[in-house]
């Protein structure tokens, strides 16, 4: 693996941030399209962005530190080094993202469910390219595979001891998300907004429930009778996702004219 991928003098580039950066910068310009669509201005992503990224990342990293405190408990300072060991609760940077986007709806006197359907696809792009941070950095692995494209991973940091050849769960997750992208783009003039944020919701949470799989037990943790808390978390944002979408749905038909000719056959 290539946790670090250049020094410039004593300064480590590390592979992890590096593609979480990248994963935003691509993200806001694909937002930008959107916000195009939506007819918002185009500043709206970059300021949405930053409120975003700052919650997102500070609730991620807290939930995966609280997750596995047994991990810091005896050096809590390691909590801050995010940047070096990577480390982010996804489930945790959305719910950090939700209501970073709420208040700045609240804020800018914005539609939430606009600025959510616009950042729909951003999310699926980013959380794909910085799978690829997790592949590099050689966390989120999977169970060991025969299969030709087993990857071997170092057990701890600047370990020589790796594993077995295992499934490079980080690129199903990238693979999955980009088709996940895909999805979105295809069908983004749903009729009701925040339908097509309720949709990735929903499908990120059966790519992660799926991809948990492979990596119960060894990079996800098992919560309980073989569901791991990712699992459990997916299902509950996925029924909330679930219900979200049709009730939009309905509300949107509530509002549309009752005395519309009806569309020739």
């Given at each position: 693996m290539f946790p670090i991928l250049f020094r410039i003098g004593p300064i480590a580039v590390h592979s992890y941030g590096t593609l979480l950066m990248l994963g935003f910068i691509a993200g806001i310009l694909l937002a930008r399209r959107e916000a195009r669509r939506l007819h918002l201005s185009q500043d709206i992503p970059l300021d949405l962005g930053i409120w975003v990224l700052i919650a997102g990342v500070l609730c991620a990293r807290g939930l995966f530190v609280a997750l596995n405190w047994a991990d810091y408990a005896a050096r809590p300072a390691q909590a801050l080094y995010l940047w070096r060991e990577g480390g982010l609760s996804f489930h945790g940077g959305l719910l950090g993202g939700v209501l970073a986007g709420l208040l700045f709806s609240r804020r800018r006197g914005l539609p939430f469910w606009t600025l959510a359907d616009m950042a729909a696809p951003a999310l699926a792009l980013g959380y794909g390219i910085?799978?690829?941070?997790?592949?590099?950095?050689?966390?989120?692995?999977?169970?060991?595979?025969?299969?030709?494209?087993?990857?071997?991973?170092?057990?701890?940091?600047?370990?020589?001891?790796?594993?077995?050849?295992?499934?490079?769960?980080?690129?199903?997750?990238?693979?999955?998300?980009?088709?996940?992208?895909?999805?979105?783009?295809?069908?983004?003039?749903?009729?009701?907004?925040?339908?097509?944020?309720?949709?990735?919701?929903?499908?990120?949470?059966?790519?992660?429930?799926?991809?948990?799989?492979?990596?119960?037990?060894?990079?996800?943790?098992?919560?309980?009778?073989?569901?791991?808390?990712?699992?459990?978390?997916?299902?509950?944002?996925?029924?909330?996702?679930?219900?979200?979408?049709?009730?939009?749905?309905r509300r949107a038909g509530d509002r549309m004219p009752s005395n519309l000719p009806e569309a020739p056959p």
């Open positions: 910085a799978r690829f941070g997790c592949l590099l950095n050689g966390c989120c692995y999977g169970a060991p595979t025969d299969l030709p494209w087993g990857v071997r991973f170092a057990l701890f940091p600047d370990s020589a001891i790796t594993t077995e050849p295992s499934h490079p769960t980080q690129l199903y997750s990238a693979l999955g998300s980009f088709a996940i992208l895909g999805i979105l783009i295809s069908l983004r003039r749903l009729p009701a907004r925040g339908q097509l944020f309720a949709l990735y919701l929903m499908l990120y949470s059966i790519l992660r429930s799926a991809v948990e799989v492979l990596r119960k037990g060894y990079t996800a943790h098992v919560l309980f009778d073989g569901i791991t808390e990712a699992q459990t978390a997916s299902a509950v944002i996925f029924a909330a996702a679930l219900g979200a979408f049709f009730l939009l749905n």
